[in-house]
Protein backbone atom coordinates (compact mmCIF):
# COMPACT_ATOMS: atom_id res chain seq x y z
CA UNK A 1 0.00 0.00 0.00
CA UNK A 2 3.20 2.11 0.78
CA UNK A 3 4.70 1.29 -2.18
CA UNK A 4 1.52 2.15 -4.26
CA UNK A 5 1.06 5.40 -2.38
CA UNK A 6 4.71 6.66 -3.19
CA UNK A 7 4.03 5.90 -6.93
CA UNK A 8 1.23 8.20 -7.10
CA UNK A 9 3.09 10.78 -5.14
CA UNK A 10 5.71 10.62 -7.50
CA UNK A 11 3.47 10.79 -10.72
CA UNK A 12 1.61 14.18 -9.08
CA UNK A 13 4.54 15.90 -8.11
CA UNK A 14 5.59 15.58 -11.90
CA UNK A 15 2.46 16.50 -12.93
CA UNK A 16 2.49 19.07 -10.45
CA UNK A 17 6.48 20.49 -11.59
CA UNK A 18 4.88 20.34 -15.72
CA UNK A 19 2.44 23.23 -14.17
CA UNK A 20 4.52 25.10 -12.41
CA UNK A 21 7.17 24.96 -15.63
CA UNK A 22 3.93 25.89 -17.52
CA UNK A 23 3.03 28.54 -15.85
CA UNK A 24 6.43 30.05 -15.42
CA UNK A 25 7.02 29.89 -19.14
CA UNK A 26 3.71 30.54 -20.74
CA UNK A 27 0.75 27.78 -21.52
CA UNK A 28 1.53 28.89 -25.32
CA UNK A 29 4.81 27.88 -25.37
CA UNK A 30 4.58 24.67 -22.73
CA UNK A 31 0.60 23.58 -22.17
CA UNK A 32 0.00 22.87 -18.95
CA UNK A 33 -1.62 20.11 -17.33
CA UNK A 34 -5.09 21.58 -16.76
CA UNK A 35 -4.70 22.82 -20.44
CA UNK A 36 -4.17 18.99 -21.97
CA UNK A 37 -6.78 17.19 -19.71
CA UNK A 38 -9.34 18.03 -22.53
CA UNK A 39 -8.28 17.13 -25.09
CA UNK A 40 -6.70 13.84 -23.49
CA UNK A 41 -9.69 12.74 -22.23
CA UNK A 42 -11.28 13.10 -25.41
CA UNK A 43 -8.53 10.92 -27.30
CA UNK A 44 -9.44 8.58 -24.57
CA UNK A 45 -13.09 8.79 -24.25
CA UNK A 46 -13.40 9.04 -28.47
CA UNK A 47 -11.40 5.89 -28.50
CA UNK A 48 -8.89 7.85 -31.28
CA UNK A 49 -5.62 6.39 -28.94
CA UNK A 50 -6.94 3.07 -29.91
CA UNK A 51 -5.81 2.38 -33.29
CA UNK A 52 -2.53 4.70 -32.89
CA UNK A 53 -1.31 2.90 -29.96
CA UNK A 54 -1.98 -0.86 -30.88
CA UNK A 55 -0.23 0.10 -34.50
CA UNK A 56 2.29 1.16 -32.46
CA UNK A 57 2.30 -1.51 -29.70
CA UNK A 58 2.53 -4.25 -32.16
CA UNK A 59 5.36 -2.77 -34.30
CA UNK A 60 7.21 -2.39 -30.48
CA UNK A 61 6.14 -6.01 -29.59
CA UNK A 62 7.33 -7.22 -33.15
CA UNK A 63 10.79 -5.78 -32.69
CA UNK A 64 11.33 -6.75 -28.78
CA UNK A 65 10.92 -9.72 -30.00
CA UNK A 66 13.16 -10.09 -32.51
CA UNK A 67 15.74 -7.80 -30.53
CA UNK A 68 15.53 -9.37 -27.16
CA UNK A 69 15.22 -13.42 -29.02
CA UNK A 70 18.71 -12.60 -30.71
CA UNK A 71 19.86 -10.63 -27.94
CA UNK A 72 19.45 -13.17 -25.42
CA UNK A 73 20.70 -16.45 -27.93
CA UNK A 74 23.63 -13.47 -28.45
CA UNK A 75 25.14 -13.09 -24.85
CA UNK A 76 24.17 -16.97 -24.17
CA UNK A 77 26.72 -17.89 -27.05
CA UNK A 78 29.47 -15.56 -26.61
CA UNK A 79 29.38 -16.43 -22.55
CA UNK A 80 30.21 -20.12 -23.51
CA UNK A 81 32.19 -19.71 -26.96
CA UNK A 82 35.15 -18.47 -27.24
CA UNK A 83 35.72 -18.41 -30.36
CA UNK A 84 32.20 -16.62 -31.05
CA UNK A 85 32.66 -13.93 -28.20
CA UNK A 86 36.38 -12.85 -30.05
CA UNK A 87 34.36 -12.67 -33.05
CA UNK A 88 31.05 -10.53 -32.54
CA UNK A 89 32.25 -8.80 -29.32
CA UNK A 90 33.72 -5.77 -31.87
CA UNK A 91 30.56 -6.06 -34.03
CA UNK A 92 28.46 -5.67 -30.16
CA UNK A 93 30.44 -2.48 -29.80
CA UNK A 94 29.93 -1.17 -33.19
CA UNK A 95 25.50 -1.90 -32.68
CA UNK A 96 26.29 -0.80 -29.30
CA UNK A 97 27.70 2.29 -30.29
CA UNK A 98 25.85 3.01 -33.51
CA UNK A 99 23.70 6.15 -33.32
CA UNK A 100 19.83 4.82 -33.09
CA UNK A 101 18.52 7.78 -35.43
CA UNK A 102 21.20 7.05 -38.29
CA UNK A 103 20.20 3.12 -38.01
CA UNK A 104 16.62 4.63 -38.12
CA UNK A 105 16.96 6.40 -41.33
CA UNK A 106 19.08 3.60 -43.06
CA UNK A 107 16.47 0.99 -41.92
CA UNK A 108 13.42 3.33 -43.60
CA UNK A 109 15.62 3.92 -46.74
CA UNK A 110 17.09 0.63 -47.18
CA UNK A 111 13.70 -1.59 -46.48
CA UNK A 112 11.23 1.28 -47.27
CA UNK A 113 8.31 1.92 -43.80
CA UNK A 114 7.15 -1.92 -43.79
CA UNK A 115 6.92 -4.10 -40.58
CA UNK A 116 10.02 -5.70 -41.40
CA UNK A 117 12.12 -2.58 -41.42
CA UNK A 118 10.67 -1.56 -37.26
CA UNK A 119 11.77 -5.53 -36.47
CA UNK A 120 15.14 -4.60 -37.99
CA UNK A 121 15.70 -1.72 -36.96
CA UNK A 122 14.09 -2.66 -33.26
CA UNK A 123 16.23 -5.20 -33.38
CA UNK A 124 19.58 -3.62 -34.03
CA UNK A 125 18.95 -0.95 -31.08
CA UNK A 126 17.98 -3.73 -28.72
CA UNK A 127 19.95 -7.14 -28.96
CA UNK A 128 23.39 -5.75 -28.48
CA UNK A 129 22.20 -4.36 -25.05
CA UNK A 130 20.32 -7.42 -23.75
CA UNK A 131 23.56 -9.87 -25.42
CA UNK A 132 26.11 -7.90 -23.37
CA UNK A 133 23.96 -7.52 -20.53
CA UNK A 134 22.86 -11.42 -20.44
CA UNK A 135 27.24 -12.48 -21.40
CA UNK A 136 27.95 -10.56 -18.39
CA UNK A 137 25.32 -12.56 -16.15
CA UNK A 138 26.28 -15.76 -17.81
CA UNK A 139 29.80 -15.15 -16.54
CA UNK A 140 28.40 -14.10 -13.42
CA UNK A 141 27.63 -17.74 -13.02
CA UNK A 142 28.66 -19.71 -9.53
CA UNK A 143 30.76 -22.44 -10.59
CA UNK A 144 30.73 -24.37 -7.30
CA UNK A 145 26.51 -24.74 -8.41
CA UNK A 146 28.15 -26.40 -11.38
CA UNK A 147 30.05 -28.85 -9.04
CA UNK A 148 27.24 -29.14 -6.88
CA UNK A 149 25.36 -30.39 -9.97
CA UNK A 150 28.58 -32.95 -10.95
CA UNK A 151 28.64 -34.14 -7.72
CA UNK A 152 24.70 -34.62 -7.68
CA UNK A 153 25.11 -36.30 -11.44
CA UNK A 154 22.30 -34.19 -12.54
CA UNK A 155 21.39 -34.73 -16.19
CA UNK A 156 21.38 -32.32 -18.66
CA UNK A 157 17.34 -31.67 -18.82
CA UNK A 158 17.80 -31.70 -14.85
CA UNK A 159 20.68 -28.76 -15.19
CA UNK A 160 18.04 -26.91 -18.08
CA UNK A 161 15.46 -26.77 -15.78
CA UNK A 162 16.57 -27.19 -12.03
CA UNK A 163 19.77 -24.47 -12.11
CA UNK A 164 20.13 -22.59 -15.29
CA UNK A 165 17.20 -21.23 -16.13
CA UNK A 166 15.94 -20.15 -12.71
CA UNK A 167 19.08 -18.63 -12.75
CA UNK A 168 18.52 -17.16 -15.87
CA UNK A 169 14.38 -16.06 -15.42
CA UNK A 170 15.42 -13.00 -13.06
CA UNK A 171 17.87 -11.41 -15.33
CA UNK A 172 15.88 -12.33 -18.47
CA UNK A 173 12.97 -10.22 -17.02
CA UNK A 174 15.13 -7.25 -16.14
CA UNK A 175 16.61 -7.52 -19.89
CA UNK A 176 13.23 -7.62 -21.16
CA UNK A 177 12.27 -4.11 -19.46
CA UNK A 178 14.91 -2.78 -20.47
CA UNK A 179 14.62 -4.25 -23.71
CA UNK A 180 10.94 -3.30 -24.47
CA UNK A 181 11.42 0.03 -22.94
CA UNK A 182 14.12 0.93 -25.96
CA UNK A 183 11.67 -0.99 -28.37
CA UNK A 184 8.83 1.40 -27.27
CA UNK A 185 11.03 4.32 -27.75
CA UNK A 186 12.80 3.18 -31.32
CA UNK A 187 9.66 2.84 -33.05
CA UNK A 188 8.14 5.99 -31.70
CA UNK A 189 11.79 7.69 -33.51
CA UNK A 190 10.64 5.45 -36.48
CA UNK A 191 6.88 6.46 -36.89
CA UNK A 192 8.11 9.99 -36.00
CA UNK A 193 10.68 9.79 -39.11
CA UNK A 194 9.01 7.59 -41.27
CA UNK A 195 5.63 6.03 -40.62
CA UNK A 196 2.53 7.08 -41.42
CA UNK A 197 1.07 5.58 -37.95
CA UNK A 198 1.32 4.99 -34.84
CA UNK A 199 1.90 7.56 -31.89
CA UNK A 200 5.52 8.62 -33.23
CA UNK A 201 2.95 9.60 -36.16
CA UNK A 202 0.35 11.34 -34.18
CA UNK A 203 3.32 13.55 -32.68
CA UNK A 204 5.02 14.50 -35.83
CA UNK A 205 1.55 15.86 -37.22
CA UNK A 206 1.04 17.76 -34.30
CA UNK A 207 4.35 19.23 -33.93
CA UNK A 208 3.73 19.96 -37.71
CA UNK A 209 0.79 21.89 -37.11
CA UNK A 210 2.20 23.34 -34.15
CA UNK A 211 -1.06 22.07 -31.79
CA UNK A 212 1.57 21.29 -28.96
CA UNK A 213 -1.90 20.11 -26.67
CA UNK A 214 -2.38 17.18 -28.94
CA UNK A 215 1.50 16.96 -29.29
CA UNK A 216 1.70 16.65 -25.32
CA UNK A 217 -2.03 14.52 -25.22
CA UNK A 218 -0.23 11.71 -27.60
CA UNK A 219 2.85 11.87 -25.37
CA UNK A 220 0.75 11.21 -22.13
CA UNK A 221 -0.59 7.95 -24.41
CA UNK A 222 2.62 7.14 -24.53
CA UNK A 223 4.09 7.36 -21.50
CA UNK A 224 0.97 5.68 -20.03
CA UNK A 225 1.28 2.78 -22.43
CA UNK A 226 4.88 2.40 -21.16
CA UNK A 227 3.97 2.57 -17.21
CA UNK A 228 1.16 -0.09 -17.93
CA UNK A 229 3.66 -2.68 -19.52
CA UNK A 230 6.53 -1.70 -17.25
CA UNK A 231 3.94 -2.73 -14.51
CA UNK A 232 2.87 -6.01 -16.01
CA UNK A 233 6.35 -6.91 -16.21
CA UNK A 234 6.98 -6.18 -12.61
CA UNK A 235 4.09 -8.23 -11.73
CA UNK A 236 5.29 -11.22 -14.32
CA UNK A 237 8.71 -10.77 -12.29
CA UNK A 238 7.18 -11.09 -8.89
CA UNK A 239 4.46 -14.17 -9.84
CA UNK A 240 7.94 -16.11 -11.66
CA UNK A 241 10.84 -15.31 -9.38
CA UNK A 242 8.56 -15.33 -5.59
CA UNK A 243 11.50 -16.80 -4.62
CA UNK A 244 13.96 -14.20 -4.32
CA UNK A 245 14.11 -12.13 -0.97
CA UNK B 1 42.81 -49.90 29.82
CA UNK B 2 43.52 -49.21 25.99
CA UNK B 3 45.12 -46.89 24.82
CA UNK B 4 42.88 -44.25 23.07
CA UNK B 5 44.88 -42.80 20.70
CA UNK B 6 47.99 -44.36 18.69
CA UNK B 7 49.98 -43.31 15.50
CA UNK B 8 49.83 -46.30 13.23
CA UNK B 9 52.50 -46.68 10.17
CA UNK B 10 50.44 -47.93 6.82
CA UNK B 11 47.74 -45.97 5.01
CA UNK B 12 45.46 -48.81 5.09
CA UNK B 13 45.05 -49.61 8.53
CA UNK B 14 41.71 -51.06 10.05
CA UNK B 15 39.34 -48.14 11.59
CA UNK B 16 38.82 -48.63 15.52
CA UNK B 17 35.65 -49.73 15.27
CA UNK B 18 35.51 -52.03 12.14
CA UNK B 19 32.43 -53.09 10.76
CA UNK B 20 31.21 -56.66 10.39
CA UNK B 21 29.62 -55.92 6.66
CA UNK B 22 32.31 -55.47 4.06
CA UNK B 23 31.67 -53.63 0.51
CA UNK B 24 30.79 -56.27 -2.30
CA UNK B 25 33.53 -55.45 -4.21
CA UNK B 26 36.12 -55.75 -1.84
CA UNK B 27 37.63 -54.58 1.73
CA UNK B 28 37.70 -51.29 0.67
CA UNK B 29 35.31 -48.90 -0.04
CA UNK B 30 37.45 -46.14 -1.40
CA UNK B 31 41.12 -47.54 -2.93
CA UNK B 32 43.80 -45.26 -4.52
CA UNK B 33 47.46 -46.71 -5.48
CA UNK B 34 49.80 -44.98 -6.85
CA UNK B 35 47.94 -41.66 -7.53
CA UNK B 36 49.34 -38.60 -9.46
CA UNK B 37 47.30 -35.40 -10.07
CA UNK B 38 48.84 -32.39 -11.81
CA UNK B 39 47.19 -28.88 -11.87
CA UNK B 40 48.19 -26.64 -14.80
CA UNK B 41 50.16 -23.37 -13.43
CA UNK B 42 48.23 -20.63 -13.68
CA UNK B 43 50.50 -18.46 -16.04
CA UNK B 44 50.23 -22.18 -18.05
CA UNK B 45 53.92 -23.06 -17.96
CA UNK B 46 53.87 -26.41 -16.66
CA UNK B 47 52.33 -28.10 -14.02
CA UNK B 48 51.65 -28.37 -9.96
CA UNK B 49 52.09 -31.42 -8.78
CA UNK B 50 48.84 -31.72 -5.86
CA UNK B 51 49.62 -35.70 -5.19
CA UNK B 52 52.45 -37.94 -6.46
CA UNK B 53 52.39 -42.25 -6.32
CA UNK B 54 49.76 -41.23 -3.71
CA UNK B 55 48.41 -44.33 -1.68
CA UNK B 56 44.52 -44.35 0.31
CA UNK B 57 42.40 -47.44 1.28
CA UNK B 58 39.54 -46.39 3.48
CA UNK B 59 37.67 -49.20 5.35
CA UNK B 60 33.43 -49.73 4.88
CA UNK B 61 32.06 -48.12 7.46
CA UNK B 62 34.86 -45.72 8.80
CA UNK B 63 34.89 -42.08 9.69
CA UNK B 64 38.35 -41.13 8.01
CA UNK B 65 39.10 -37.61 8.78
CA UNK B 66 41.86 -35.99 6.43
CA UNK B 67 43.61 -33.36 8.17
CA UNK B 68 46.38 -30.86 6.75
CA UNK B 69 47.13 -27.35 6.18
CA UNK B 70 45.32 -25.30 3.71
CA UNK B 71 45.67 -25.97 0.00
CA UNK B 72 47.53 -29.25 0.00
CA UNK B 73 44.67 -30.87 -1.57
CA UNK B 74 42.54 -32.48 0.84
CA UNK B 75 39.44 -31.63 -1.19
CA UNK B 76 41.27 -32.45 -4.10
CA UNK B 77 41.05 -36.15 -2.97
CA UNK B 78 37.41 -35.70 -2.07
CA UNK B 79 36.85 -34.83 -5.75
CA UNK B 80 38.78 -37.68 -7.22
CA UNK B 81 36.61 -40.21 -5.09
CA UNK B 82 33.32 -38.48 -6.21
CA UNK B 83 34.49 -38.54 -9.92
CA UNK B 84 34.88 -34.93 -10.21
CA UNK B 85 38.26 -34.92 -11.18
CA UNK B 86 40.46 -37.56 -13.00
CA UNK B 87 44.44 -38.14 -12.18
CA UNK B 88 47.38 -37.77 -14.59
CA UNK B 89 47.94 -41.26 -13.52
CA UNK B 90 46.74 -44.36 -11.14
CA UNK B 91 48.04 -48.11 -10.85
CA UNK B 92 44.13 -48.01 -8.53
CA UNK B 93 41.29 -46.02 -8.56
CA UNK B 94 38.40 -47.97 -6.94
CA UNK B 95 35.39 -46.90 -5.35
CA UNK B 96 33.57 -49.74 -3.74
CA UNK B 97 35.64 -52.34 -5.42
CA UNK B 98 34.90 -50.83 -8.94
CA UNK B 99 37.28 -48.92 -11.20
CA UNK B 100 36.29 -45.43 -11.51
CA UNK B 101 37.36 -45.29 -14.90
CA UNK B 102 35.88 -47.70 -16.19
CA UNK B 103 32.86 -47.46 -13.91
CA UNK B 104 32.44 -44.14 -13.25
CA UNK B 105 28.32 -44.75 -12.92
CA UNK B 106 29.55 -46.28 -9.17
CA UNK B 107 29.90 -42.74 -7.43
CA UNK B 108 25.79 -42.53 -7.63
CA UNK B 109 26.62 -44.20 -4.06
CA UNK B 110 28.95 -41.18 -3.10
CA UNK B 111 26.96 -37.76 -1.91
CA UNK B 112 28.95 -34.82 -1.30
CA UNK B 113 28.74 -32.13 1.28
CA UNK B 114 30.79 -28.90 0.65
CA UNK B 115 32.01 -25.99 2.24
CA UNK B 116 28.86 -24.05 1.67
CA UNK B 117 25.84 -25.13 1.57
CA UNK B 118 25.72 -24.52 -2.02
CA UNK B 119 21.43 -24.92 -2.03
CA UNK B 120 19.61 -23.39 -5.62
CA UNK B 121 18.40 -20.30 -3.88
CA UNK B 122 15.61 -20.86 -6.14
CA UNK B 123 14.52 -24.01 -4.13
CA UNK B 124 12.93 -24.69 -1.38
CA UNK B 125 14.94 -27.05 1.09
CA UNK B 126 12.67 -29.78 0.07
CA UNK B 127 13.45 -28.92 -3.10
CA UNK B 128 17.19 -28.54 -2.81
CA UNK B 129 16.70 -32.36 -1.28
CA UNK B 130 15.12 -33.33 -4.39
CA UNK B 131 17.71 -32.16 -6.86
CA UNK B 132 19.92 -34.77 -5.23
CA UNK B 133 17.59 -37.48 -4.93
CA UNK B 134 16.41 -36.97 -8.73
CA UNK B 135 20.46 -36.73 -9.54
CA UNK B 136 21.34 -39.64 -8.05
CA UNK B 137 18.31 -41.46 -9.32
CA UNK B 138 17.45 -42.64 -6.00
CA UNK B 139 14.62 -45.72 -6.16
CA UNK B 140 11.61 -46.19 -5.37
CA UNK B 141 10.68 -42.70 -6.07
CA UNK B 142 7.58 -43.56 -4.13
CA UNK B 143 10.29 -43.28 -0.90
CA UNK B 144 11.21 -39.95 -1.86
CA UNK B 145 8.69 -38.52 0.99
CA UNK B 146 9.28 -40.72 3.58
CA UNK B 147 13.35 -40.66 3.48
CA UNK B 148 13.22 -36.15 3.43
CA UNK B 149 10.41 -36.71 6.36
CA UNK B 150 12.81 -39.18 7.96
CA UNK B 151 15.88 -37.61 7.58
CA UNK B 152 14.84 -33.49 8.15
CA UNK B 153 13.31 -34.84 11.19
CA UNK B 154 16.64 -36.21 12.52
CA UNK B 155 18.36 -32.33 12.13
CA UNK B 156 15.30 -30.35 13.46
CA UNK B 157 13.78 -29.33 10.18
CA UNK B 158 10.59 -30.98 9.58
CA UNK B 159 9.08 -27.63 10.04
CA UNK B 160 11.12 -25.64 7.38
CA UNK B 161 10.99 -27.92 4.43
CA UNK B 162 9.01 -25.58 2.73
CA UNK B 163 11.27 -22.48 3.29
CA UNK B 164 13.69 -21.22 0.79
CA UNK B 165 17.41 -21.44 1.89
CA UNK B 166 17.44 -17.10 2.00
CA UNK B 167 14.42 -17.59 4.76
CA UNK B 168 16.45 -20.26 6.88
CA UNK B 169 20.06 -19.62 9.10
CA UNK B 170 23.58 -20.19 8.09
CA UNK B 171 23.37 -23.04 10.23
CA UNK B 172 19.98 -24.34 8.93
CA UNK B 173 20.68 -23.96 5.46
CA UNK B 174 24.00 -26.46 6.20
CA UNK B 175 21.79 -29.37 7.65
CA UNK B 176 19.80 -28.89 4.78
CA UNK B 177 23.01 -29.95 2.34
CA UNK B 178 23.43 -32.51 4.94
CA UNK B 179 19.94 -34.50 4.73
CA UNK B 180 20.06 -33.91 0.89
CA UNK B 181 23.41 -36.14 0.94
CA UNK B 182 22.39 -38.27 3.66
CA UNK B 183 18.98 -38.86 2.36
CA UNK B 184 20.33 -40.49 -1.19
CA UNK B 185 21.46 -43.40 1.56
CA UNK B 186 24.78 -42.98 0.03
CA UNK B 187 27.69 -45.63 0.16
CA UNK B 188 30.29 -43.17 1.26
CA UNK B 189 29.60 -39.74 2.49
CA UNK B 190 32.27 -37.27 1.43
CA UNK B 191 32.41 -33.83 3.70
CA UNK B 192 34.62 -30.91 2.66
CA UNK B 193 35.14 -29.22 5.47
CA UNK B 194 31.23 -28.50 6.07
CA UNK B 195 31.13 -26.53 9.28
CA UNK B 196 34.22 -24.17 8.69
CA UNK B 197 31.68 -21.63 8.10
CA UNK B 198 29.74 -21.92 11.07
CA UNK B 199 29.77 -19.97 14.13
CA UNK B 200 31.33 -22.30 16.86
CA UNK B 201 27.95 -23.23 18.43
CA UNK B 202 26.18 -24.52 15.50
CA UNK B 203 29.17 -26.09 14.63
CA UNK B 204 29.08 -27.97 17.85
CA UNK B 205 25.59 -29.01 17.37
CA UNK B 206 26.05 -30.33 13.73
CA UNK B 207 28.99 -32.47 14.61
CA UNK B 208 26.87 -34.08 17.41
CA UNK B 209 23.60 -34.38 14.82
CA UNK B 210 26.59 -35.83 12.06
CA UNK B 211 27.88 -38.36 14.97
CA UNK B 212 24.23 -39.13 15.86
CA UNK B 213 23.08 -39.52 12.44
CA UNK B 214 26.21 -41.71 11.35
CA UNK B 215 25.90 -43.91 14.32
CA UNK B 216 22.11 -44.86 13.96
CA UNK B 217 22.35 -46.76 10.81
CA UNK B 218 22.90 -50.60 11.26
CA UNK B 219 25.21 -50.59 8.45
CA UNK B 220 27.28 -47.45 8.99
CA UNK B 221 27.91 -44.88 6.20
CA UNK B 222 31.61 -44.52 5.27
CA UNK B 223 32.64 -41.13 5.63
CA UNK B 224 35.54 -38.98 4.35
CA UNK B 225 35.80 -35.99 6.28
CA UNK B 226 38.12 -33.05 5.90
CA UNK B 227 39.20 -30.42 7.45
CA UNK B 228 42.11 -28.47 8.96
CA UNK B 229 40.20 -27.89 12.61
CA UNK B 230 42.25 -30.75 14.89
CA UNK B 231 39.34 -30.17 17.88
CA UNK B 232 36.82 -31.23 15.00
CA UNK B 233 39.27 -33.85 13.70
CA UNK B 234 39.82 -35.73 17.04
CA UNK B 235 35.94 -34.93 17.42
CA UNK B 236 34.66 -36.75 15.24
CA UNK B 237 37.20 -39.03 13.12
CA UNK B 238 38.04 -42.74 13.93
CA UNK B 239 40.94 -42.71 11.94
CA UNK B 240 42.94 -39.07 11.36
CA UNK B 241 45.31 -38.64 8.24
CA UNK B 242 47.59 -35.83 8.33
CA UNK B 243 48.56 -34.49 4.85
CA UNK B 244 51.92 -32.35 4.56
CA UNK B 245 51.73 -29.64 1.49
CA UNK B 246 51.67 -30.14 -2.13
CA UNK B 247 52.71 -32.36 -3.45
CA UNK B 248 50.48 -34.36 -0.61
CA UNK B 249 52.07 -37.15 1.25
CA UNK B 250 50.44 -38.35 4.50
CA UNK B 251 53.10 -38.22 7.02
CA UNK B 252 51.10 -39.58 10.14
CA UNK B 253 47.95 -41.29 10.82
CA UNK B 254 45.66 -41.97 14.12
CA UNK B 255 43.75 -44.19 15.27
CA UNK B 256 40.92 -42.63 17.53
CA UNK B 257 39.55 -44.91 19.89
CA UNK B 258 37.20 -43.09 22.16
CA UNK B 259 33.62 -43.03 22.10
CA UNK B 260 30.99 -40.23 21.19
CA UNK B 261 30.64 -37.86 21.84
CA UNK B 262 34.15 -36.03 22.55
CA UNK B 263 34.96 -33.48 24.49
CA UNK B 264 37.99 -31.11 23.99
CA UNK B 265 37.98 -31.23 27.87
CA UNK B 266 38.39 -34.50 27.96
CA UNK B 267 42.19 -35.68 28.75
CA UNK B 268 42.61 -38.52 26.55
CA UNK B 269 41.48 -36.11 23.64
CA UNK B 270 43.47 -33.46 24.76
CA UNK B 271 46.43 -35.46 24.65
CA UNK B 272 45.94 -36.88 20.89
CA UNK B 273 44.84 -32.93 19.75
CA UNK B 274 48.40 -32.28 21.24
CA UNK B 275 50.03 -35.13 19.33
CA UNK B 276 48.46 -33.71 16.33
CA UNK B 277 49.88 -30.59 16.85
CA UNK B 278 53.19 -31.44 17.02
CA UNK B 279 52.92 -33.50 14.28
CA UNK B 280 51.45 -30.89 12.04
CA UNK B 281 54.42 -28.51 13.30
CA UNK B 282 57.16 -30.92 12.49
CA UNK B 283 56.03 -33.08 9.79
CA UNK B 284 53.67 -30.48 7.80
CA UNK B 285 55.56 -27.13 8.64
CA UNK B 286 52.44 -26.07 10.24
CA UNK B 287 52.41 -23.95 13.42
CA UNK B 288 49.29 -24.76 15.45
Known sequence: MQDRLAQLASIVAVILVWGAMSA?????????????????????????????????????GVGFVVGFVSGIALGIVIAKVRWFEVAFTPLLDV????????????????????????????GIAVAPNVAIYMRDVMRDFDPEMTAMADSYRAGRWQ???DVYLPYLVPPMLAAARIGFSMAWKVVLLSEVFGFSGGLGFQIRINYGIYDLVSLLAWLCIFVIALLLIEQLIRSTEKTVVRWQP | MTEPGHAVDTATALPADPPETTSAGGPFDVELRNVTLLFPRPDGKGTLPVYENFDLAVEPGSFTVLLGPSGCGKS???????GLLAPAQADTLKVLGRDLRTDPDV?????????NARLLKWKTLRGNVEFGLRGLKVQPKARWAELMDRYFGVVGLRDFMDYYPHQVSGGMQQRAAIVRAFVNEPRILLMDEPFSHLDEITAAELRRELVRLWTQDAQRRTVMFVTHDISEAVQLGQRIIVLTPRPATICHEEIVDLPYPRFSNDERVFAIEQTLRTVLAERAGVQV
Open chain 1, 24 to 60: VIGSSILPGPVDVAPRFAELITTGAFLEPLLESLVRT
Open chain 1, 159 to 161: RVR
Open chain 2, 107 to 115: TRQCAYVFQ
Open chain 2, 76 to 82: TLLNIVD
Open chain 1, 95 to 122: ALFAPTLVVIFLGIAIIGTQLLAVAIIT
